[in-house]
DNA sequence: GTGGCATCTTGTCAATGGCAAGATAGGATC
DNA sequence: GATCCTATCTTGCCATTGACAAGATGCCAC
């Protein structure tokens, strides 16, 4: 069905999205061209406009994708060290979607799929962190999910920028996980 | 200087960098145009080219006089839980300069002087570190320097992405202390 | 089989980045 | 003081891009 070569392409919208995330792969959101992500699919340099709009409104379905992914992957962990890493390793296993996402001056902000999406992340974020806070009376909750979410993605932040010395490892996972023990343990 | 009228702007190198910082702020580095900062310094539209090349040179420029003045906030703190509070307020307040400082696809992070800020502001950062670590032997300077590094650039990255929910209140100085301390404490 | 509609194409326009060639000014040298 | 010399800035140009308008195509309901 990919291979339709009718005048029309089967599943075009899905076929741009995996290209934008290709695209941004390779030179960052900033760089990325409607014309291109046409090219890629094999369509006219017009076609992205009637699935998307425009460029904000590709980025947008990008950036609701990602967090649906990201809130899949946060509920898979079994506690908030698990979630912790798991954060990090969605932000470089899915690094295009990631850069989107918290990037809300390319996106539509106000998107009701993208709202819905981005408030299963956060609830999926705030369950892990209820694990934690059970034994201690004085904990506070917010507190502890707001530095939980802080560490976990400036630690996938300035990875995904270059910006850890060498020393750090080429590993994220596991540097990951020494250093959100950090804070967790 | 700045309103000479002549043939000669006077300090154009400077006067685009200042417009930089005012586009930025107003949409973001991806909508940042050399022609419009031409405009805004009222000189003609091949003017930039001359000072910084292309764009990613005027962008070079912008993320080394930043790592400056990250350096310098830094070194300005006392203790840890100073200096990542400056680090936040440096994000918030040098908005425009943050967000390309980490963006390094769009800038030549080989440049000789960017690369010395870089390593300006690094240093400032492993001092404040080294304030903490003295009383324990079992202290890992490195671990340790990376979790504060990151829960400090976790949140300033979601404050400026406008991430972080309504109840974290409109202070990001105060905000960032309380969140801080969970990790420095 | 016919009409309707989603999908895709072609054509066009303004704006942008970047390059080339020329104009201007301010200072160095004599 | 005249002349060159070089940094600075301008004008002109081209390919690319995003966005819009109008038209072509094919699938599906009826």
Redesign the interface.
């Known amino acids: 069905m990919t291979s339709s070569r009718g005048y029309h392409h089967g599943d075009l919208r899905r076929a741009l999205l995996a290209a934008a995330v290709e695209a941004i792969d390779e ?5 990325l061209s409607l014309r291109d992500l046409a090219r890629r699919a094999g369509v006219s340099h017009a076609a992205p406009a009637h699935h998307f709009g425009d460029k904000a409104g590709l980025l947008t379905a990008l950036a609701a994708e990602g967090f649906d992914l990201l809130a899949e992957a946060l509920e898979a962990a079994d506690d908030l060290l698990a979630a912790g890493v798991a954060y990090v390793d969605f932000a470089v296993r899915h690094r295009a979607h990631f850069e989107v996402m ?5 996106y539509r ?1 106000d998107d009701a799929e993208l709202i819905a999406a981005r408030g299963r992340s ?1 609830a999926a974020l705030r369950s892990g962190v209820a694990t934690l806070s059970t034994d201690d009376a004085s904990a506070d909750t ?3 999910a ?2 939980a ?10 990875w995904l ?5 060498d ?2 490892g080429a590993d994220p996972h596991d ?1 990951a996980r ?3 023990r ?2 967790f343990d």
Request: no cysteine.
């Open positions: 030179a960052g959101p900033t760089a918290f990037r809300p001056e390319l902000a956060s917010d507190r502890d707001l530095a979410w802080s560490i976990a993605h400036g630690f996938a932040t300035l920028a270059g910006a850890l010395p020393r750090v540097a020494t250093v959100l950090r804070l």
